[in-house]
């Protein structure tokens, strides 16, 4: 079945959306677009756009997230909250990296890095002409990292898709998101227009086919019962909301 433009772009913004909702956050932009309800109403727009079943008034932890209107006090609750289930000392409470869940599933020992399911991350990132940024050396496997990948492979193949349709401005202006260097958090800047991996030059030969195939092989594999560990065990109301959608988006 052909995706659209539009649903491409859909997904774009939800993966992005996501990603900011799981990084650790820094700074109070989480923080300022909760309580100023823009994170509900992009949440509920996408969720719309994507036809999913999910919506930010019967979310869980909804109700209780709505109690708490200052920004100052939301980014109080995120940061230990963030620190205690996805950093942990000395173990997270609900690891954010792939490689962590499908180890344990195989009844295996974690490892970060080397184990056969970050070391699959980090290569199909290769491929897609993403690294990390110079100095930094964290695992690519982490929730909010592939989702990134995923966000970068959506815009890919809206271009693409756009293209097709032959909305020609609707195509550049997708490009010019996937060139700029602000767009990726957690990678490298791709490069020079040039430097850009082709899109047949892709896993599986496009951007389309490079999104399922990471869906199917890495995403859906782990991810369930990432969001369902989180729903469980968050003491901050936002961040079982957050993992409902994530569980909506890729069921």
């Known amino acids: 079945m052909t995706v659209s433009a539009d649903m491409w772009q859909a997904r774009a913004a939800m993966c992005e959306l996501l990603a900011l909702s799981f990084r650790y956050p820094e700074d109070k932009v989480l923080a300022e677009a909760i309580a100023s309800g823009e994170w509900g109403e992009a949440a ?43 950093v942990g000392a000395p173990q997270a409470v609900c690891s954010p990296y792939e490689g962590v869940w499908r180890a344990t599933a195989e009844g295996v020992q974690p490892l970060l890095f080397v184990n056969p399911h970050s070391m699959a991350v980090e290569r199909f990132c290769k491929a897609c002409g993403l690294g990390r940024p110079e100095g930094t050396n964290e695992p690519l496997d982490a929730v909010w990292t592939e989702l990134e990948l995923l966000e970068y492979l959506a815009l890919r193949a809206a ?25 990726l ?17 892709l896993p599986g030969g496009s951007p389309e086919a490079a999104w399922d195939e990471f869906v199917a092989e890495h995403a859906r594999q782990w991810m369930p019962p990432f969001t369902a560990a989180v729903q469980e065990e ?8 957050a ?3 994530l569980a909506a988006f890729v069921k």
Request: charged fraction near 30%; proline fraction near 6%; glycine fraction near 8%.
């Open 243 to 245: 993992a409902s959608l």
């Open 185 to 201: 958090e957690e990678f490298e800047d791709p490069g020079e227009p040039g430097d850009v991996v082709a899109s047949t030059d």
């Open 44 to 86: 509920d727009e996408i969720a719309g756009a994507l036809g999913l079943a999910w919506s930010s008034a019967t979310a869980p932890g909804a109700a209780e997230a709505a109690a708490l209107a200052d920004p100052a006090d939301i980014q109080k609750e995120l940061r230990p909250e963030a620190t205690r289930l996805f």
């Open 159 to 183: 271009a693409d898709a756009a293209e097709a349709e032959g909305i020609a401005g609707d195509a550049s202006a997708v490009e010019d998101v996937v060139e700029d260097e602000d767009t």
């Open 234 to 241: 968050s003491r901050v109301p936002f961040y079982a909301t």
